[in-house]
């Protein structure tokens, strides 16, 4: 998945050419990345559908189990692994109507064991109000943490409304929206690709294409959000996203532009130039992965003791 790692933020500066005929031509492109990994924990909304589709199974293989029940069984481990790395909220669509808006029945900050008493006593009815349910989400808008709303859904939206520009105005919020379509329906869906795509959440394709990712021209996976057609994916797709949540990349940083050769690239860490090597950093196209005790440092990096990274790449002929 792209992005989904505690804040780094990048800044992107073209250094002029000292010399020659062309003198717009940049001799080096910097990336400087700021790390704070151990900070205070994300908060996630989890946005759950309990929409009558839900009552439907997942395959078309026979499989007499609902959407909902594979949900609700994935769930009970998923959400002691989500707490290890968030703090949690609840909701589900509908709400207390066909095409009622979702209500927030936990407050960000509640526990697994809360959150699971509530999602098993779910049972799929109505419509998927996706749009008014994401306008409904409140409890975010921190000024100092990254806020979520993880959207689960089985359904593409429903019940009018605009779900593309409540995505976009909780992103204008600082919030970002992770889709996960569960289910052989949604499987290949336009609009909840378009709803990744403008979350802020969509997953990337630094490596090259997949089985199920066609990677475009932007390193943009289609489908842009996470989809699984059984309970067993279903948590592949909630371990990666966890396993980003908890920091793990934050030891891989993309370059902004390829470089001839690895000789021409040069990493710095707070000022201080490190030679490639296996305790260090590689070059694995188009990724800086860090090693050892360097990988160690960015990850154990706090508000008070960021870590600076530095990637300049010579661009010259």
């Known amino acids: 998945m792209q992005g989904m790692r505690s804040p780094v933020w990048l800044v992107v500066a073209v250094l002029g050419c000292s010399g020659g005929s062309d003198t717009n031509a940049p001799d080096f492109v910097v990336s400087s990345k700021t790390v704070t990994a151990k900070q205070i924990p994300p908060n996630l909304v989890w946005l759950i559908d309990r929409s009558a589709a839900m009552a439907q199974p997942a395959t078309s293989h026979g499989f007499r189990v609902s959407r909902l029940e594979d949900v609700q069984a994935v769930l ?16 589900v669509f509908p709400g207390d109507s066909e095409c009622g808006a979702a209500q927030v029945l936990l407050p960000v900050g509640a526990q697994a064991e809360q959150i699971d008493g509530w999602l098993q006593a779910v049972t799929p009815v109505g419509q998927a109000p996706i749009a008014a349910s994401l306008a409904a989400m409140t409890g975010l808008d921190s000024p100092r943490v990254e806020d979520f709303v993880l959207l689960l859904t089985g359904s593409e939206p429903g019940c009018g409304g605009d779900a593309l520009e409540e995505v976009k105005a909780l992103r ?15 499987a290949r869906s336009a609009a909840l690709d378009a709803l990744a795509r403008a979350g802020g959440f969509a997953r990337g394709c630094p490596g ?22 059984d309970a067993r994916a279903l948590h592949a797709v909630f371990g990666e996203l966890f396993q980003s949540l908890e920091g793990d990349r934050l030891c891989q940083f993309t370059l902004e532009v390829m470089p001839r050769s690895v000789d021409r690239v040069a990493v710095m860490v707070d000022g201080v130039l490190y030679e490639r090597g296996a305790d260090s950093w590689t070059l694995d196209p188009p990724q800086i992965v860090f090693h050892g005790s360097l990988c160690t440092r960015l990850k154990e990096s706090t508000t008070d003791h960021p870590v600076t990274v530095e990637l300049r790449v010579d661009v010259r002929p």
């Open 76 to 91: 009970q481990d998923e959400l002691v692994r989500a707490h290890r790395v968030a703090k949690q909220g609840f909701s």
């Open 208 to 229: 090259g294409p997949t089985p199920d990712c066609a990677c475009g021209a932007d390193a943009i996976c289609s489908p842009a959000y996470a989809s699984a057609g």
């Open 172 to 186: 204008r919020r600082g919030i970002r929206t992770i889709v996960v379509g569960y289910g052989q329906q949604v």
